[in-house]
């Protein structure tokens, strides 16, 4: 019999972690979906251990969120046991793999981001989110690192890959600003010291992105339009995608063990 979905107290300190959670963990799974299927062993093994990385991280988060919330929830059935619409994570995050290029792209923009955001968020005056940003933010750098060096690659590369990358770029550019809005609920928690404004990270993060994409002999796309809705639980039809194959050992058998 499957499982029922559970239910949260969304305080703003319980949605903030979470919403930080579901970003890695979505990520995490996109990545994963390319063990075995990268164009070469090397970089198999560098996607593998970025999604590693992620899960980490979403396993630090949603067990912070547990016990501020203190219903009863963990780890797992936050990851496992939660309708789509729970789910707050980045509409980026969500997009499918596409070919290499977009994978790549999309891995960039994000990771411009969470580098910045993580070296802030070790300033918080929460202790545990701030040394789960200690920790994060070392594997971010590696992550910005590694994304940039394949934009580079892919756009001053063939005219193949210079297509695909500028292709990407322009797809997934509409998904970026979602990173930089916040809610009610989340403003209070910046005005408290717990959460950063990631308002102040947008300037260096642009710097970052127009940089390599200039680099890579790319161009990002004028439109000012941004896409939003994943931080209140609006998803593209792709997440339910996702969802149904993350969940399903969970839900068809609950609570099984190895």
């Known amino acids: 019999m499957a499982v029922a979905s559970i239910s949260v107290s969304e305080t703003p300190l319980v949605l903030y972690t979470l919403r930080r959670a579901d970003d890695a963990l979505i990520l ?35 067990s912070y969120a547990a016990k501020v919330e203190g219903q009863g929830n963990d ?18 995050l969500e997009q499918p793999n596409g070919d290499f290029a977009h994978t790549l792209v999309r891995q960039f923009f994000y990771s411009a981001f969470a580098d910045l955001y993580w070296r802030a968020m070790m300033q918080s005056s929460d202790a545990t989110l701030a040394a789960i940003a200690a920790k994060s933010e ?36 509409a998904f970026t600003g979602e990173m930089f809005t916040v809610d009610d609920g989340e403003r209070g928690l910046i005005e408290a010291g717990i959460a950063v ?11 970052t992105v127009s940089n390599i994409v200039g680099e890579a002999t790319l161009v990002l796309p004028k439109s000012g339009w941004m896409q939003q809705g994943g931080r209140s639980g609006r998803h593209s039809e792709h997440l339910g995608h996702l969802l149904s194959e993350l969940q399903s050992m969970q839900r068809t058998f609950p609570g099984a063990t190895w």
């Open 75 to 92: 780890e797992d059935k936050f990851a496992y046991l939660r309708d789509v619409r729970q789910y707050r994570n980045l509409l980026l």
């Open 138 to 173: 070392k594997e971010s750098a590696y992550h910005l690192r590694h994304s940039s060096e394949w934009m580079l690659r892919l756009g001053d590369g063939t005219a193949e890959s210079q297509r695909r990358a500028q292709a990407a770029t322009d797809d997934l550019w």
């Open 28 to 62: 995490g799974h996109r990545l994963s979906e390319w063990c075995g299927h990268a164009p070469m062993l090397e970089e198999d093994m560098a996607l593998a251990n970025m999604a590693l990385d992620l899960l980490g991280q979403a396993r630090e988060l949603f």
């Open 197 to 207: 404004d990631p308002a102040t990270l947008q300037a260096r993060w642009q710097q």
